[in-house]
């Protein structure tokens, strides 16, 4: 039985996609499949001289458009809504083709069942990767310590996705199919329940993460990273769509940063199957202050910072900008903090001279509670 199914949609040529599979297939588990579907409109070369070489029947490469010869869809929705009815297993996580998902995610669920049958959700601790050719040499990564498994009520994921509580700058909850796994029954109610497919919007991962909030009957939490990250795995919109306001009211656009673009997400959900909530907004622009601290360069932060500052006050009146008070705390001459802080170990991404998120997850596991234990440390 196929109980995951890793979905790799790859969007353009990566050259790390072929090593970061070669890695995950050196598993010995039998339980899990590699499903790899090209829509780049054949430029990412080689996948198929890869599965043919490798002959590994966990590894498939299923065709991008339908049977009829249709071109393979140009929107990620579309793309990962070709892909779902290709998989075969019992659960269904999707990452970007420069990213890394652990293939022991199916020991993960498979004693998370043995302690909550009706679990149909799975989030775990977040790694993220800026691979050294994106990179300015000086980053550095911040990875969770921690082991515990915990049970989140409903209540605390929807003011987690819809109220932005403890949000950084994004919404701070990962209960999806990207980076995250969700059972297919799950999927199924999901696409039954509201547009008839399993993805919609130009950003399906906070889509997923809108309906899989609502609809799961329970979610399981491990702090403990299981997949990497990376800043090119990464769904991004046309530069079009990225610029585009679509909402009179409300003057965001995604290219703003990432609390606009899962803001204008999570409207666009909440508009569809009108879902009307107040009492979010503060906390929001709370968000938008902390996107405009991500930023490395003065010349960005200032850039981002105005851009949000001229959107809060059309929307809300310049009263508002009260709550929005961003700092630019990145010093070039200072030392970055490393160490252990916050649950968190924090060390330069240079260690141990990676190049790909399979290189780095190899070195983070290596560091953190072996996956293999978890079912003792649970009974």
Partial sequence: MTLLSICIPV????????????????????????VVADFTDGTATGLTD????????????????????????????ACWNRMIPQTRGAWISIIGASDYAAPNIAEVI????????DADALSWGQAEYIPPELGTGREIARIPTGSLVT???????MRSQFYWDGAGDRPACDFGVWHGAVRRELLERTREAFSGVYFEQAAPAID?????????????????????????????????KAEAKPFEDFPFSAAMGAAASATLAIEAFKRSYGIELDGWEDNFIT???????????????HA?????????ADWRGKRALTRFKPEFRRNPKLPRFQGVRDGHLHF????????????????????????????????
């Fill in 110 to 117: 498979t004693a998370t069942l043995k302690r909550v049958p």
């Fill in 208 to 240: 997923n993460i809108c309906k899989t909030v609502v609809l799961a009957r329970s979610a399981v939490f491990w702090e403990r990273p299981l997949s990497v990250r990376t800043t090119a795995g990464s769904p991004a919109l046309p530069a079009d």
């Fill in 151 to 157: 049970l989140p009520e409903q209540k605390d994921l």
């Fill in 304 to 312: 981002r910072k105005a851009a949000y500052a001229k959107a809060i």
């Fill in 50 to 77: 890869l599965v043919q070489e490798l002959k590994d029947k966990r590894l498939r490469l299923v065709s991008p458009g339908p049977d009829d010869g249709e071109a393979p869809a140009a929107d990620i929705s």
């Fill in 348 to 379: 330069n991404m240079k260690m141990g001279d990676t190049r790909t998120a399979g290189d780095f997850y190899r070195m983070i596991d290596a560091m953190l509670f072996p996956v293999h234990l978890l079912d003792d440390k649970l009974a």
């Fill in 287 to 301: 968000a938008c202050a902390h996107d405009c601290e991500t930023e490395t360069s003065g010349e960005q932060f």
């Fill in 11 to 34: 969007m353009k040529a990566d050259a790390a996609v072929a090593g970061n599979i070669r890695q995950m297939l050196e598993s010995t588990r039998s339980d899990f499949e590699i």
